[in-house]
Each structure stands twice: as structure tokens, then as C-alpha cells.
DNA sequence: GGTGAAACACGCCGATG
DNA sequence: CATCGGCGTGTTTCACC
């Protein structure tokens, strides 16, 4: 699933907003050797191709009573193609998980949840993820201390 | 570490920016019953109190050629505070480690990994992973497919 | 790539409870 | 006295040339 292609000047267009999402186009016109209409149009075209998927705001979450952090790898009693496509939608609508994968290995998907404290985390294993009708078991973990967290990717600009 | 105290306005402005993180002042208006100036000073309180830490842009990796994700747990040789320090500080110089996280359990340490292809994953674990000088072992595991991937926070807000 | 008009953010004001 | 809405100014965006 290829993109379109994008030349360097896309790429430094990218790499700025992964700093600052709210630079102008006209600051970005000062590190882009483009104009600041130009740009706008790239980035228009960026987000009209789906590369630049949104803006998003972070949060800490510490300062909003968000204080644990949990991962949780889940196994699947089956695994056939509608159970897969049953238990993702049942993924998306459990707002405490904010990641979820599919994954080769001892187990079938690997969630990151984050819910207020320990007790929530408890009732949130038990209630909503344990009864959900296709899961088997659930192995949770929880995370002690955040070390690292971006959502800047590491972008390999074309050599040209 | 509690913050500043919020009221049902802050939250209902922290929800509808984690929805769209471009929304204007006069368009949060709408949503939120106050003016657009009072929305701005509110979001500028916000910002000022850490609470919104950022603006980030959400970039789709597969359309730029990184279509790898994994994740690894690390255990270290040692666990003294140097040690840890030490090991955060060579993680955060790492832009293929877009997650890091302490956890308790069988390894020390869990990461997720967002690389361009299989051979570009051996690469990074073998010469840049395990190479660190404190690591004793790293244990990876290839992500299928992902089924969900969000930032948007399960606030909670105050009952009042 | 540049230029205009429209929309926007932000600081200042008096009013309100 | 903290918080509110309205207004004016400088900035940004976007359609058009």
C-alpha cells in the first residue's frame, strides 16, 4: 500500500509539524526552502492522500486522575475471521484501550489500557474484558513509570 | 501530583479537542456553553498548567514506508538508579522507540518499535538494542495487524 | 508563487454575580 | 474579586489570479 510520492521538501514539511503541529505556514516557510502558499498546498495534498491522518492533542494524563497505565495480552478461544472482526469491534468501543494489536506469539492481541487507579484497572479486566464472549484468557501487566512516549515516527526522507 | 482544578467546561473542552484538535475557539463555542474568549483563556490556562502538553500531527506509517511495527521487553544486567537513568537517556535517543514503558513482572522493560521492514527489525534489536551496555536480554515480538491505535484519553468528568 | 478578502486568536474593556 | 461576553487589532488561511 504505497502512498504518493513525496520529495524532501514533503518529507522537511513532515518532519517540522512532527515537532510543532501548530507551526504556520509561513514558519514553516523559514526551515522549507518554499513558499508559505506552497506549502499549505502540500500539505493539503498531504492530508487529502491520508498521510497526515489528523490533529490530536496530548494530554497528561497524571494530571487527570489517569494515573495507571496497563497492558494486557489476550488470547482468543477462536480464530477464525469473524471472531477476529467481532473482537475489534468490540476493541474500539472500550474507550480504556488506547492500543490494540494483533500479534505473533504466545498471544493473540496486545492492548495498552490506561484507566484511573488499580481498582478500575481490576473492574476493567474483570467486567468488560474477561466477559467478552470470544476471549480465553487475559494477562495483565502494569506499567510502573512512562520512560518514553512519542508519536513522532522515524521518517526515512528519500536520498535524492 | 494533582493539577489545577477542573470544572465540567475545562472537560467538556479537553473532549471535544481530543476529537478535533483544529477546532477553532468560535466552533468549541458551539459545543460548550461559554464564549469563544472564554475558551481560549481556558485552553490558555490549560496549556500553562501541563494539562495539554502538546499539539502533535498523526502521520499514517504505512504510507512512509514504515510498515513494521513491534514490540520488545528488555531486562537489564543491573537495576540501580545510574543504571536506569542511563538506560532512559539511550531509549529517548532512539526514534525507532516510540514507546517505552518500566513494568513490573518478567521483564523490565517494555518497548514499542516502529521500523521500515523485517531486516530493518533485526537491524535495530541486534545493533542498536542489544548493544546497550546495561542490556542482558531483549525478547521481540512482530505486530500483525493493528486494530486500534488512539491518544484520546477516557476522561473522566467531575459529577457536578 | 504572490495577493486579496474572510476568518481567526488574543489582549483589553466594562459588566456581572 | 474572579469570571464572563463583546470589541478591536494583528495574524493566518485559502481562493483566486
Known amino acids: 500500500m504505497r ?5 524532501r521538501y514533503d518529507y522537511q514539511i513532515l518532519e517540522a509539524l512532527q515537532r510543532d503541529a501548530r507551526a504556520t505556514h509561513q514558519k514553516l516557510a523559514q526551515e522549507v526552502p518554499l513558499s508559505a502558499s506552497q506549502i499549505g498546498r502540500r500539505i ?3 492530508e487529502e492522500s491520508g498521510i497526515i491522518q489528523g490533529y490530536h492533542i496530548a494530554l497528561r494524563p497524571d494530571l487527570l486522575d489517569l494515573s495507571v497505565t496497563a497492558f494486557a495480552s ?18 474500539s468501543d472500550l ?14 492481541y496486545w492492548l495498552r489500557i490506561v484507566v484511573q487507579d ?17 476471549v480465553r484468557s ?7 513509570e512512562p520512560i518514553k512516549h512519542t508519536t513522532r515516527l522515524p521518517l526515512q526522507p528519500p536520498a535524492r
Not at 502512498?3 to 520529495?7: T, V, W
Not at 487475559?138 to 510502573?144: R, Y
Open 74 to 91: 489476550v488470547s482468543l478461544e477462536r480464530h477464525g475471521e469473524a471472531s477476529i472482526r467481532e473482537f475489534a469491534a468490540a476493541i
Open 138 to 144: 487475559v494477562k495483565s501487566t502494569v506499567a510502573l
Open 95 to 108: 474507550p480504556e484501550v488506547l492500543e490494540c494489536y494483533a500479534v505473533a506469539g504466545e498471544a493473540d
Open 44 to 46: 493539503q495534498r498531504l
Open 3 to 7: 502512498g504518493i510520492e513525496l520529495d
Open 118 to 134: 488499580l481498582p478500575s484497572l481490576s473492574r476493567f479486566v474483570m467486567n468488560k474484558l474477561m466477559t467478552l464472549s470470544l
